[in-house]
């Protein structure tokens, strides 16, 4: 049967961005579907992880210089810079990565579709313009990459000007003096600190009982150590109850009880940012018929080579469901164009890194200290404060640890936790011994560049191995392992 397509993607996000790339070096024929008329790349390019990375790096340039020269005259930052002047910063990014993908897929001859995509059967995808006007292509294989939105608040609205949501709070006119952010979990986490670098006063409302609850517990005590320096505010268990303008007071009214108080509290704020729980894009994305299953959030389940119930249908990215992110998105475009096409290709061995992009940062892989030993696994760990790092007293960066969780009798490495300035590039140096099933005595017997931040791999494996020493086993018999 002959098809206008090899493969149509719906949705030009990381996943469908890398499997449309992976199948042209297979000499196959690509249409993207994408339902913005203005830019490809979806959330990834446009709403999500560029722009708010690229905020996050002029807010941190700011912070450094302030943290290296001090205070003009006391002026805070908002004081200083304007809103514009770090999105010009962002603006600038963005279109020099969305004239990087354009070209790219123009190159790789990846053709395009703009408008709403429906698959009617296995081998058919409508397309609905913004003129209402519908156009159908046929194919031999579809991907579904249509990602995910954010679930709107329930009991306020979201108006753009004084309550934000994770897109309007990258275009907004001017630096807040105060900011309360309603919602849990990393994003939110990234906005207070990039904001709190700017010298906006930041309160989280955490509907949980704890915050980042995933994390490593020393890195949670050193990272609430740098948000109570920061005069970043946080209430657990908090609900809602009301949020509305305050045109007497100029100022937005959050009024929310917690379970710790049973009283209703208000904070007064120049703005809100709502950071809530997202939903797939699935709705009316294909025939009811088609046996493409959903789990009961709406997430699409596949098998390990991304394939629906339907053989020739896939999906990946966030769509998908965890692991969220446009590295994994990217990974998981590429191998399902490999399934699809019949070309071997291995998946990812070992953990994934994951990385929150806060100032500072946060990335961690493998096993925490109380995961090891929930599996009766004997670990023994090793520190390195950036304190003690000669290459962070020169950043004025001193803010942090990575600490090594290894096993105590053959040193193996089962994790690395970091918090500081560039973990989420650190990471990668303990994802490799890892992947290759290393012990610490690597950051030991190798040289590593001084002075830099991956020497605290080296003294964290000299502190790891002093404490099993300290322990009872002797020192001279560790290294011959």
């Known amino acids: 049967m002959s098809f206008d397509y090899d493969v149509i993607i719906i949705g030009s996000g990381p996943a469908g961005f890398s499997c449309a790339m992976q199948s042209t070096k297979f000499d196959k024929k690509a249409l993207i579907v994408e339902a913005d008329d203005n830019h490809l790349g979806g959330s990834w390019l446009n709403k999500g992880t560029v ?34 002047d770090l999105l010009s910063y962002k603006k600038v990014a963005l279109e020099s990565k969305n004239k990087k993908v354009k070209t790219d897929l123009i190159k790789n001859e990846v053709e395009t579709a703009r408008g709403w995509g429906q698959i009617i059967d296995e081998h058919t995808v409508k397309v609905k313009t913004s003129l209402n006007q519908s156009v159908t292509y046929t194919t031999e294989n579809i991907l579904i990459a249509v990602g995910s939105s954010p679930e709107p608040p329930k009991n306020f609205d979201i108006d753009h000007k004084n309550v934000l949501d994770y897109n309007s709070i990258l275009n907004i006119t001017h630096i807040p003096r105060r900011l309360v952010i309603v919602g849990t979990g990393v994003i939110s986490f990234e906005y207070a600190t990039i904001f709190s670098s700017l010298g906006t006063t930041i309160t989280i409302l955490n509907d949980t009982d704890e915050f980042l609850s995933f994390l490593d517990h020393e890195i949670k005590e050193d990272v609430s150590k740098v948000l109570k320096k920061k005069g970043i505010l946080i209430h657990s268990m908090a609900t809602i109850k009301e949020v509305k303008r305050n045109p007497l007071r100029t100022c937005t009214e959050v009024m929310f009880k917690t379970q710790k108080e049973d009283r209703l509290q208000v904070l007064e704020t120049d703005q809100v940012l709502y950071v809530g729980d997202k939903s797939p894009n699935t709705e009316n994305l294909f025939d009811k018929s088609l046996d493409i299953k959903l789990d009961k959030e709406g997430y699409i389940n596949t098998d390990d080579n991304y394939r629906t119930g339907v053989k020739n249908i896939y999906a990946a990215g966030d769509v998908t469901g965890n692991p969220t992110s446009a590295s994994t998105s990217f990974v998981q475009g590429r191998l399902a164009a490999c399934s699809m096409f019949d070309i071997p290709s291995k998946a990812p061995s070992g953990d994934i890194p994951y990385g929150i992009y806060s100032i500072p940062e946060i990335s961690y892989i493998g096993l925490t200290e109380e995961q090891a030993e929930e599996l009766g696994i004997k670990v023994s760990v090793g520190r390195a404060y950036y304190k003690n790092l000669t290459y962070a007293d020169i950043n004025h960066r001193t803010d942090g640890l990575l600490k090594l969780v290894f096993r105590t009798d053959n040193l193996k490495l089962l994790g690395v936790h970091i918090f500081g300035d560039q973990a989420t590039d650190l990471i990668h140096l303990g994802q490799s011994i890892m992947a290759k099933g290393g012990t610490i005595k690597y950051f030991i017997e190798h040289v590593l560049n001084y002075p830099t931040y991956s020497e605290a791999y080296r003294i964290a494996a000299f502190n790891g191995v002093n404490r099993v020493y300290k322990a009872g086993v002797k020192y001279k018999n560790i290294l011959k392992k």
């Open 51 to 84: 722009p708010s990375k690229a905020l996050r790096e002029a807010a941190d340039l700011i912070q450094d210089f302030h943290s290296q020269f001090g205070d003009e005259r006391g002026r805070k930052p908002y004081e200083k810079f304007k809103m514009d």
